[in-house]
């Protein structure tokens, strides 16, 4: 009973499989019933055979020799971009709700839970429904947002005034953000600060460890001075705002506010700011006094001579050709880890099908067979230094364009890219990949991760299980990417983190490929019953183009063995960044009646570095929902792949904890009522390795204690 496209009309189904259930059962021979996973499974033990041990998963899987679906790893990548920026927003907006209380049955984070939950449907954030669909769910999560940030603006008021929290009811408007920040559109720092005020800018961090980043916001002075909350002046950097960026807001805003914005801020302003765990810092920008006194801070462009560009203020270097503008490698001077190593973008063309139908589309990923066409061999370059960043921006055509950005105290490199809109002018579909070569011999092997958490070995045209035969040797090796790809040699580590879920490969040894857009002319076959061609429309649909998307992703080279202590640290910083809220406000009065810095953990505790907080949230009845969740493999990585310890005690320093409750990892059932089954597996004899796991919370101390990759889930009352 089932399958896809089965129920528009639930009720005729239910009523005929209720007369065959009716007249079986009848008969007597057979009992048939409305069956559940767990009847089901609860069954197949009872059968009490022994079974095959799998430990691998299905991925990449085909249909036909032809038709590999590793198209939806990528497919849409704008609408993948936006369910992973809200949902570490949703995990920062609940953090808030919870440490306020629920202060207001007018706004809340409900809408854009619900929102949240639809788009993980398989045919949402695949990228693989229809473009109204499409544009159904980008709604749903956008009002969805806009009721959340009511929530974090009332939250973070509360929070930061000195009023006690009962007293506290703030606006919903208390503070603004801004969700286009990445085109440089946040109309309260592009204003120009109002006399005798400052632009005050909350920094919230949704993470349980200390940690310092680089704010970037669009700004229109170059003459301001920007003070952390115990009123020391901070080093800052201005880097101009370029046309790609100029262009794209001009449209955007538009297309999705349907506002025509003001004209595009001249500069970003960097500052570094530094904002304790599951808390908060102020930062006040002032007009400077005095006239010019700024522009050394201006980024200087260099224009160097010689063979090659050398870029980083910190410890990691990277070096370009002065004459391609290509990049050649990629050196870390504290750890000596040092590789020659290629990036470009090049696409694959679409099939249309040929003497096999069977066309690319949302689902499907086949290359029309031809090589992939290099985009650009040489690459227009602008180099720019400062103090807090040094930045690469690469023209590669006039539909690519990237920045490579290397901070002052990072030892990775940030790379956004900008692609769009694809051309499909001579009738070919275009799937666009970034690909980088390193002088790395990897013998066929990779590493992707499963749902963010594990890192499976991937082996080039090989299945543990079968003997493979390969008919699609680009995307028989796809796979897909919640949170990164990695490969490595007897000495080193390549790693790539991703801003969103994609599909990776490693095609060749030594080569990590990403796809990072899709534009196709075609149906695959699959149910979409529609090209994927993405357009973004203004003024009632008469001006339209193809769509254009922004990301990042993140490439580290490490000694062999060290990588994962970036990777997850990395990881989590990418997926819950600083939380940026904005208001004007003199800033002495602000200082007299706010808390500029605040945590609600003990403030001399942070969780340790290898947990992670996955959700903290307030149910109804007060209850609190707390999952935390350990970061390593059993061997991922000596130091952190240990048995680690959280004390509930420190982590909710200003509340008193009266009962906990171990739960089931959906928080439905409780931990001491779930009975384990036993299976019989083959060749196991009952020597197999044990996973470690944290043993039960004491009472009085209230210790959690998690093994590697386990994620334990509490309800608590305060």
Same mark, same amino acid.
């Given at each position: 009973?089932?399958?896809?496209?089965?129920?528009?009309?639930?009720?005729?189904?239910?009523?005929?499989?209720?007369?065959?259930?009716?007249?079986?059962?009848?008969?007597?021979?057979?009992?048939?019933?409305?069956?559940?996973?767990?009847?089901?499974?609860?069954?197949?033990?009872?059968?009490?055979?022994?079974?095959?041990?799998?430990?691998?998963?299905?991925?990449?899987?085909?249909?036909?020799?032809?038709?590999?679906?590793?198209?939806?790893?990528?497919?849409?990548?704008?609408?993948?971009?936006?369910?992973?920026?809200?949902? !570490?927003?949703?995990?920062?907006?609940?953090?808030?709700?919870?440490?306020?209380?629920?202060?207001?049955?007018?706004?809340?984070?409900? !809408?854009?839970?619900?929102?949240?939950?639809?788009?993980?449907?398989?045919?949402?954030?695949?990228?693989?429904?229809?473009?109204?669909?499409?544009?159904?769910?980008?709604?749903?999560?956008?009002?969805?947002?806009?009721?959340?940030?009511?929530?974090?603006?009332?939250?973070?008021?509360?929070?930061?005034?000195?009023?006690?929290?009962?007293?506290?009811?703030?606006?919903?408007?208390?503070?603004?953000?801004?969700?286009?920040?990445?085109?440089?559109?946040?109309?309260?720092?592009?204003?120009?600060?109002?006399?005798?005020?400052?632009?005050?800018?909350?920094?919230?961090?949704?993470?349980?460890?200390?940690?310092?980043?680089?704010?970037?916001?669009?700004?229109?002075?170059?003459?301001?001075?920007?003070?952390?909350?115990?009123?020391?002046?901070?080093?800052?950097?201005?880097?101009?705002?370029?046309?790609?960026?100029?262009?794209?807001?001009?449209?955007?805003?538009?297309?999705?506010?349907?506002?025509?914005?003001?004209?595009?801020?001249?500069?970003?302003?960097?500052?570094?700011?530094?904002?304790?765990?599951? !808390?908060?810092?102020?930062?006040?920008?002032?007009?400077?006094?005095?006239?010019?006194?700024?522009?050394?801070?201006?980024?200087?462009?260099?224009?160097?001579?010689?063979?090659?560009?050398?870029?980083?203020? !910190?410890?990691?270097?990277?070096?370009?050709?002065?004459?391609?503008?290509?990049?050649?490698?990629?050196?870390?001077?504290?750890?000596?880890?040092?590789?020659?190593?290629?990036?470009?973008?090049?696409?694959?063309?679409?099939?249309?099908?040929?003497?096999?139908?069977?066309?690319?589309?949302?689902?499907?990923?086949?290359?029309?067979?031809?090589?992939?066409?290099?985009?650009?061999?040489?690459?227009?370059?602008?180099?720019?230094?400062?103090?807090?960043?040094?930045?690469?921006?690469? *023209?590669?055509?006039?539909?690519?364009?990237?920045?490579?950005?290397?901070?002052?105290?990072?030892?990775?490199?940030?790379?956004?890219?900008?692609?769009?809109?694809?051309?499909?002018?001579?009738?070919?579909?275009?799937?666009?990949?970034?690909?980088?070569?390193?002088?790395?011999?990897?013998?066929?092997?990779?590493?992707?991760?499963?749902?963010?958490?594990?890192?499976?070995?991937?082996?080039?045209?090989?299945?543990?299980?079968?003997?493979?035969?390969?008919?699609?040797?680009?995307?028989?090796?796809?796979?897909?990417?919640?949170?990164?790809?990695?490969?490595?040699?007897?000495?080193?580590?390549?790693?790539?983190?991703?801003?969103?879920?994609?599909?990776?490969?490693?095609?060749?040894?030594?080569?990590?490929?990403?796809?990072?857009?899709?534009?196709?002319?075609?149906?695959?076959?699959?149910?979409?019953?529609?090209?994927?061609?993405?357009?973004?429309?203004?003024?009632? *649909?008469?001006?339209?183009?193809?769509?254009?998307?922004?990301?990042?992703?993140?490439?580290?080279?490490?000694?062999?063995?060290?990588?994962?202590?970036?990777?997850?640290?990395?990881?989590?910083?990418?997926?819950?960044?600083?939380?940026?809220?904005?208001?004007?406000?003199?800033?002495?009065?602000?200082?007299?009646?706010?808390?500029?810095?605040?945590?609600?953990?003990?403030?001399?505790?942070?969780?340790?570095?290898?947990?992670?907080?996955?959700?903290?949230?307030?149910?109804?009845?007060?209850?609190?929902?707390?999952?935390?969740?350990?970061?390593?493999?059993?061997?991922?990585?000596?130091?952190?792949?240990?048995?680690?310890?959280?004390?509930?005690?420190?982590?909710?320093?200003?509340?008193?904890?009266?009962?906990?409750?171990?739960?089931?990892?959906?928080?439905?059932?409780?931990?001491?009522?779930?009975?384990?089954?036993?299976?019989?597996?083959?060749?196991? *004899?009952?020597?197999?390795?044990?996973?470690?796991?944290?043993?039960?919370?004491?009472?009085?101390?209230?210790?959690?204690?998690?093994?590697?990759?386990?994620?334990?889930?509490?309800?608590?009352?305060?």
């Amino acid at each position: 009973m089932g399958d896809d496209f089965q129920y528009q009309y639930a009720e005729s189904w239910f009523k005929q499989m209720d007369k065959l259930i009716h007249y079986v059962n009848e008969d007597g021979r057979v009992n048939a019933l409305y069956s559940t996973p767990s009847i089901y499974t609860k069954a197949k033990n009872a059968a009490n055979q022994t079974w095959p041990l799998k430990t691998d998963d299905y991925f990449p899987y085909a249909d036909r020799a032809n038709a590999y679906w590793t198209g939806y790893f990528t497919s849409r990548p704008a609408l993948k971009r936006y369910v992973r920026m809200i949902s !570490g927003y949703y995990l920062a907006t609940r953090q808030l709700e919870f440490f306020v209380g629920k202060q207001s049955t007018k706004y809340n984070t409900i !809408g854009l839970g619900d929102a949240l939950g639809i788009a993980q449907h398989h045919d949402a954030v695949s990228g693989t429904a229809k473009q109204h669909t499409t544009n159904d769910y980008a709604k749903r999560l956008a009002i969805g947002v806009s009721e959340a940030e009511a929530v974090v603006s009332s939250s973070l008021a509360c929070l930061t005034s000195n009023l006690s929290s009962d007293q506290c009811s703030a606006p919903a408007s208390a503070f603004a953000q801004c969700q286009l920040l990445n085109i440089s559109y946040c109309p309260p720092t592009e204003d120009s600060i109002p006399d005798a005020k400052s632009l005050v800018v909350v920094v919230y961090n949704p993470l349980g460890w200390k940690r310092t980043d680089i704010v970037k916001i669009p700004v229109n002075d170059a003459n301001l001075v920007v003070k952390d909350s115990l009123g020391n002046n901070l080093e800052v950097q201005y880097v101009d705002v370029d046309d790609v960026t100029t262009n794209l807001r001009k449209l955007y805003v538009k297309a999705y506010l349907g506002v025509s914005p003001k004209q595009a801020p001249k500069y970003w302003l960097l500052f570094q700011a530094s904002v304790p765990p599951l !808390g908060w810092s102020t930062y006040f920008i002032s007009k400077a006094t005095g006239k010019g006194t700024r522009t050394e801070d201006i980024s200087q462009l260099s224009s160097q001579k010689g063979e090659t560009i050398i870029i980083g203020p !910190g410890n990691l270097k990277m070096s370009f050709s002065s004459t391609s503008g290509q990049l050649k490698r990629m050196y870390n001077s504290r750890t000596g880890v040092d590789i020659p190593i290629q990036q470009s973008y090049l696409w694959y063309g679409s099939s249309e099908g040929d003497s096999d139908p069977q066309a690319s589309g949302a689902y499907i990923f086949r290359p029309n067979g031809s090589p992939p066409t290099i985009v650009s061999r040489s690459v227009p370059t602008k180099i720019i230094r400062g103090p807090l960043v040094d930045e690469v921006h690469q *023209n590669f055509s006039s539909w690519i364009y990237q920045v490579t950005r290397l901070y002052k105290d990072k030892e990775h490199a940030e790379i956004e890219f900008t692609i769009g809109p694809i051309p499909t002018d001579d009738g070919v579909g275009k799937e666009v990949i970034t690909r980088m070569t390193a002088n790395m011999a990897t013998n066929k092997e990779y590493y992707t991760d499963s749902n963010g958490r594990d890192f499976l070995k991937r082996v080039r045209d090989h299945r543990d299980d079968w003997p493979l035969q390969v008919t699609q040797p680009v995307a028989g090796n796809y796979y897909p990417l919640n949170l990164g790809i990695y490969t490595k040699d007897k000495k080193s580590e390549f790693s790539v983190l991703v801003d969103r879920a994609t599909g990776g490969a490693s095609i060749i040894d030594g080569e990590v490929e990403l796809m990072l857009h899709r534009r196709i002319l075609h149906d695959d076959g699959r149910g979409v019953g529609e090209p994927l061609d993405e357009q973004v429309c203004v003024d009632n *649909n008469k001006i339209c183009e193809g769509l254009t998307v922004r990301g990042n992703y993140y490439i580290s080279i490490d000694k062999l063995g060290t990588g994962a202590r970036w990777r997850r640290t990395t990881g989590q910083e990418i997926y819950s960044p600083f939380l940026l809220t904005f208001t004007h406000e003199n800033l002495n009065s602000w200082k007299s009646s706010h808390v500029t810095k605040g945590t609600i953990m003990d403030p001399n505790y942070s969780l340790p570095p290898n947990v992670a907080l996955i959700t903290l949230e307030e149910l109804d009845g007060g209850i609190v929902l707390l999952r935390l969740a350990h970061l390593y493999e059993p061997s991922e990585y000596a130091e952190y792949s240990t048995l680690t310890k959280v004390e509930l005690k420190k982590l909710f320093a200003k509340k008193t904890i009266k009962e906990l409750k171990e739960v089931s990892l959906s928080a439905n059932q409780e931990k001491s009522e779930i009975k384990r089954m036993t299976w019989k597996v083959e060749g196991d *004899n009952g020597q197999g390795p044990q996973g470690l796991r944290g043993g039960p919370v004491n009472n009085p101390n209230l210790v959690v204690e998690l093994g590697p990759m386990e994620i334990r889930t509490f309800l608590l009352k305060f």
